[in-house]
Structure formats: C-alpha cells, structure tokens
C-alpha cells in the first residue's frame, strides 16, 4: 500500500477566510509545509465571489467592531501602504432609521458601544437627509401601499465614514500571492474533500478503532483524488459547507447555511438613478454610500465601475435555514426581486421604478446563533467559520486569530496591535457580546 501524502497543515476551502488562514499559518511558521486545496478551479469562487463585499466596522458587538475595524485597517494599508490596489473605495455606510428604531434601546446601544470604541459615525437628522439624498421618499403618511408593506418612513441616518466596499477577489489573490510566495508546496484545486479522517490518538492497530474509551484527533482528509495526512492540523474554513464534513464525526459546528442574493441594476439609462449613484456630500467620491432602507431588510451598495447598485436583502423569518449543499440552492429568483424586494426599494426611491436587473446571482451565509464568527482548534481541526454574512470585512482578524489558536498562542495580534484572546471566538470559551446589528 502506498503512504498517503503528508503536510503539516492541509487547509481545506481557499475562500477569503482559508486564504487568509493560510497565509498567516505560513507567515508565522515558515517551516511548516502548508497544502491549501479547494473542489473549486481557482480561490475565492464561491460566497467570497457572490458577496456584495461591502466591509463596515459599524456593529453593536465589540467583538465584531474589533475584528472589522482592524480588518478595514489592514486593507487600507495593503492598498495604500503596499500599493495593491483592491478597488476599496469609502464610500461610506448609511443605515437610514425610523423614528421608532433611533430611539429604541437596541440602536441607542449600538450607538452607545461605537462611541465608546472610537467608531466614526455621525447622525443626520430628518432635514439633511431631505437635502443629501436625491430622490428619498420620506413621507408615507396616506401612503396605503407603505402601509400594507409595513414600511417606516426614514428620520435619521447613521452615517459610518470608514466604511466602504471592496473587490474581493483581489483580496483574496492578495493573501493567495503571499501565501504562495512563502509556500513550497502547491495549492490544489479541483480536489473535493468527502471526509474528515478521525482516528485513535495513539493509535493501536486494532479492528474497529476509535473505541470511545480512545482519544481522537483528525489526522487528515480523503479526497476524490486519494487520502491526504496531516501532522499538525486539518484546517477547515468551508464555510456554509462546513457541517457536511463536521457533522459526520460528531463536531456540531452550531452554524446554519442560508441563501441570499443580489441583483444588478444600472444606473447610467435612468437620468434620476444616475443622479442618486453619484449623489454628493457624503464621501470624497462623490457617491452615494452603501444604504440600508428602514424596512424589511433591503439594501443597495454602489458599484461605480459599472455605474450601478447592486440590490440585496437580508430577509430573516420566511427564508429556510438551508444546507446549501448543491447549486440549485444558488439560483437567484427573479420573482423574489419583482415581488419582495423591489416594491420597497422603489417605494423608498421612486427613481428605481421601471428599471429592471441585468444581472443577478446568489450564494450561501454561514449563520452563527450569535452573528459573530467561529475559530476553534478541536481534536486537530482548526475551523473557521460563522461568518454571518460578513466574513470578508473579518478576514483578516480571523486569519490572525486562527493561526494564533494553530500556534498555541493566548492571544492573537491584529492589525494595528490591539489583541484579543485566541479562544475568545471558540465554542467552549467563547467570549463575545452578541450581534444585533445584522443585515
Ligand atoms: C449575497 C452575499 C452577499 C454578501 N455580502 C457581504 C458583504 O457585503 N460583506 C462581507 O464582509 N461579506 C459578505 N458576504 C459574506 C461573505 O461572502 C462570506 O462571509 C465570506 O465569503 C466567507 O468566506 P469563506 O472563505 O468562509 O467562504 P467561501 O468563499 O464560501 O469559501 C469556502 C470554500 O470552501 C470550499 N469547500 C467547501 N467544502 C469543500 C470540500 N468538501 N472540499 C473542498 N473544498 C470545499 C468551497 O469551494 C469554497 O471555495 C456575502 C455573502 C453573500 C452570499
């Protein structure tokens, strides 16, 4: 029989958190040899490549403003400090409130939390929206259509300057190039894990291990292509997948898959949604900011590039939990566009009547209960995962911290030199505030 191939680490899944994982691994473990593999043909096609790769450090938690604000950091450097251009524009977040949801508890914490941690943010009153945003329907009072889609009228704006949107892809290829620069050994893709190896720790050659009275560790990966060992640790950041590979031995990665979806609208036919694309006054662009409408979880992020928003919803109640296990669960719907999403959108901006998408697509979130992500070393696997539907405006501090946790570190240094504890995002020790501030 022929000794199955052997590395110090095998990180499976090469998205924005495995490359990232990588490369930290590698960096700080120059001799480790180090296999990055993914069932995909390149890194970064999967969510990484569907998001709307907006990043905020805007969150109720301190824990996700940590990881964010670091995070934004650190792609700021890299693009101007190191010149890598990653298309990162700060364009700015607005949140657009009622007057019931400014002055609720949850918001006035969430404000109360950012001003304690030194989050740029301001607050624009009902008056200087009227005047910033072109075309923002503000009064619904006799408006039945409003009414029946229980949609509030926007008082307030949260503005957060920091914030902006990114081409994730180039990130992704940022972390790959260097972690390929520090690499003696080849990524591989087009490579499908099927199982996680779990065996006895030691072991004692005898038919039907593991008993339960053995230890156990994950000492490697079978693949489509034949079985690869790992000494040191299998690292999983297969996001939405992760639980078909962590169920079957018994880890219950307490994270949910499900879909969400974004749909292109150009702006350049449409002399009114031109006007709101580059709407002035709010960044040094010239543009609108990413937005997010009171109600019902709607949302548009700029694209300058192609002069249009892309369009997503962050529905909670009525979108199943999924396991998004195959391509079907990653079809966008048309109808969900034409039924749910565009009627508010346009309620709110009458400037995107008429207009239809040219493109749309969509992938999978990986929930946490919480909304804040997951890093764990348990039994030689090392996940990474629960993202919540920012995992690319954390990919750095997750990075960080899970080659920390590989390196046995207590805390793990982010960007900057602010540090947190390593297993402060595990199951076991977790030590987090919870997220209210989810789209
Ligand atoms: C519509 C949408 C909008 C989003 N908007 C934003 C946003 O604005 N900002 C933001 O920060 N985040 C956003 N996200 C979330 C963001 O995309 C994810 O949090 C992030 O991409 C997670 O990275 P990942 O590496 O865990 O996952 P992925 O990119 O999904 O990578 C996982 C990889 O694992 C591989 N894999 C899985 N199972 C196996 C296996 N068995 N064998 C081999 N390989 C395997 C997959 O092929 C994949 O490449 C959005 C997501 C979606 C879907």
């Not at 607050?123 to 619904?140: A, I, R, S």
């Not at 449409?270 to 709010?282: I, M, Q, V």
């Not at 900057?416 to 595990?426: N, Q």
Request: aromatic letters at 12%; a negative charge.
């Amino acid at each position: 029989m022929t000794e199955a191939e052997t590395f110090d680490v095998i990180v499976v899944g090469a998205g924005v958190l495995g490359v990232a994982t990588a490369y930290y691994i590698q960096k700080n473990s120059p001799d480790k040899d180090v296999l990055l593999l993914d069932r995909y043909l390149a890194p970064g096609q999967a969510n990484t490549a569907m998001s709307a790769a907006a990043v905020r450090n805007m969150f109720a938690s301190s824990t996700n403003q940590l990881l964010t604000d670091t995070t934004i950091k650190y792609v700021e450097h890299v693009q101007e400090g190191l010149g890598r251009e990653l298309l990162f524009e700060k364009t700015g977040y607005l949140w657009l409130l009622s007057e019931r949801q400014f002055s609720n508890g949850s918001a006035q914490l969430w404000m109360h939390r950012m001003d304690a941690s030194g989050i740029n943010y301001r607050v624009y009153e009902k008056e200087e929206l009227t005047q910033m945003v072109p075309g923002l329907n503000m009064d619904f009072v006799g408006d039945e259509e409003a009414e029946l889609m229980h949609l509030e009228q926007a008082s307030y704006g949260l503005y957060g300057g920091d914030c902006g949107v990114l081409d994730p892809t180039r990130l992704v290829e940022y972390y790959y190039e260097e972690f390929k620069s520090l690499s003696s050994v080849r990524p591989r893709f087009g490579v499908e894990v099927e199982r996680l190896i779990l065996e006895a720790d030691p072991k004692l050659d005898l038919p039907g291990e593991p008993f339960v009275w053995q230890e156990k560790r994950v000492t490697g990966v079978q693949t489509d292509r034949g079985e690869l060992r790992a000494r040191d640790a299998v690292v999983l950041a297969t996001g939405a997948w992760s639980n078909a590979l962590l169920d079957p031995i018994g880890i219950d990665s307490q994270t949910k898959g499900k879909k969400r979806q974004l749909f292109v609208v150009h702006a350049s036919d449409k002399p009114a949604l031109n006007e709101l694309l580059f709407t002035d006054g709010f960044n040094s662009l010239g543009c609108i900011p990413f937005t997010i409408l009171p109600s019902a979880g709607v949302y548009f992020r700029p694209q300058l590039q192609e002069k249009g928003f892309w369009i997503g919803c962050g529905d909670k109640l009525g979108r199943a939990f999924k396991y998004v296990q195959t391509d079907d669960d990653l079809v966008p719907e048309s109808a969900y566009y034409e039924n749910s999403v565009y009627p508010v959108l346009s309620k709110y901006f009458p400037a995107f009547e008429d207009v239809r998408p040219v493109n749309s697509w969509a992938g999978g979130y990986c929930y946490s209960p919480d909304a804040i992500p997951f890093v764990y070393f348990d039994h030689g696997v090392l996940v990474v995962n629960g993202a919540s539907g920012s995992g690319i405006m954390k990919s750095d501090a997750l990075g960080r911290i899970a080659d920390a946790l590989f390196r046995g570190e207590e805390y793990a240094e982010l960007y900057g030199g602010r540090k947190i504890k390593a297993d402060a995002l595990s199951i076991k020790h977790r030590d987090v505030e919870v997220e209210s501030v989810v789209i």
